[in-house]
């Protein structure tokens, strides 16, 4: 688990438009992810 104010490790998505996207694209850029426990839940 990561600590508050952590920096995330960097992981690979493919995307809708068939890229894949890693975090590190995005270095440089400010970047807001949200994560869910599960769907359907509220969040």
Same mark, same amino acid.
């Given at each position: *688990? ?8 960097? +992981?690979?998505?493919?995307?809708? /438009?068939?890229? %894949?996207?890693?975090?590190? /694209? +995005?270095?440089? /850029? %400010?970047?807001? *992810? +949200? +994560?869910?426990?599960?769907?359907? %839940?509220?969040?």
């Amino acid at each position: *688990m990561l600590e508050a104010g952590a920096k995330a490790p960097d +992981f690979s998505l493919p995307a809708q /438009d068939g890229k %894949t996207y890693s975090l590190a /694209d +995005f270095a440089d /850029d %400010t970047l807001i *992810m +949200f +994560f869910y426990i599960k769907d359907g %839940t509220p969040g």
